[in-house]
């Protein structure tokens, strides 16, 4: 089975622009769910996606969007890009509908977002 | 809302000896699930054990084990006999049966040496 990919690996961007950051979920997986991490810190959970539709939001603005596609890939989309903004972007995938509070997540290696 | 505490920032351990990395954590929850990962440098977080809130025994899984004392909302890693693979961060994780997202603490970043 293919384990969970991420696209790109490494990005800069410029205060003020947006970024698309891509996830390949693992075979058989139906939920996505997306971590951005500073540097230093654990991740801090920003959304997650269940069967294309959005399933839960953590703190972040409006300006973090997102999407899933019916082969349960997702994208992670941030608008007006902020300082702040630069981190360990992660994305995890599982199967939820396996209903279980193991419902193991699989990680990928994740985009170093770098905001300048 | 979940808490996860993790108090030691970082943890010195020399080759084959263990090492055990804290974990508290705070839910009004009954049915939860603890998880472990490993961060290497590379950035890719790595699953090493899970607990349930119902479970009787501590988890193992080969050279980890989890130190389970639900009275004390306390969930601590063992690690034995420690390799110098075994350099990396540490987080300690929980997700609770009315959400499906992980709640992480901040990490503990554990250095062995030879």
């Known amino acids: 089975e293919t384990g969970v990919t991420q696209s790109p690996t490494h990005l800069i961007k410029t205060r003020g622009q947006q970024v698309t950051l891509r996830c390949s979920s693992q075979?058989?997986?139906?939920?996505v769910s997306w971590y951005q991490q500073a540097l230093g810190q654990g991740p801090q959970f920003i959304f997650q996606?269940?069967?294309?539709?959005?399933?839960g939001r953590g703190n972040f603005p409006p300006r973090f969007s997102g999407l899933q596609f019916p082969n349960y890939s997702s994208e992670l989309n941030v608008n007006a890009l902020e300082l702040d903004d630069s981190a360990l972007y992660l994305c995890?995938?599982?199967?939820?509908?396996?209903?279980?509070?193991?419902?193991?997540?699989?990680f990928g290696q994740g985009t170093r977002l770098t905001v300048v | 809302a979940q808490k996860i505490t993790q108090t030691q920032p970082g943890m010195f351990v020399q080759e084959k000896e263990a090492v055990t990395l804290d974990c508290t954590y705070d839910?009004?929850?009954?049915?939860?699930?603890l998880f472990w990962y490993k961060q290497p440098s590379s950035g890719e977080m790595i699953f090493l054990i899970y607990?349930?809130?119902?479970?009787?025994q501590n988890a193992t899984e080969g050279r980890y084990s989890l130190n389970f004392q639900k009275a004390r909302k306390s969930a601590n890693l063992v690690i034995s006999a420690s390799q110098l693979g075994d350099s990396a961060m540490y987080f300690c994780a929980m997700r609770d049966i009315n959400d499906y997202k992980l709640s992480f603490g901040a990490g503990t970043t554990v250095t062995v040496r030879a």
């Open positions: 996606y269940y069967r294309e539709e959005e399933n």
């Open positions: 995890a995938s599982s199967d939820r509908d396996r209903g279980s509070l193991k419902m193991e997540a699989f």
């Open positions: 839910t009004s929850d009954p049915s939860y699930g």
């Open positions: 075979s058989g997986h139906n939920t």
């Open positions: 607990q349930g809130s119902y479970d009787q």
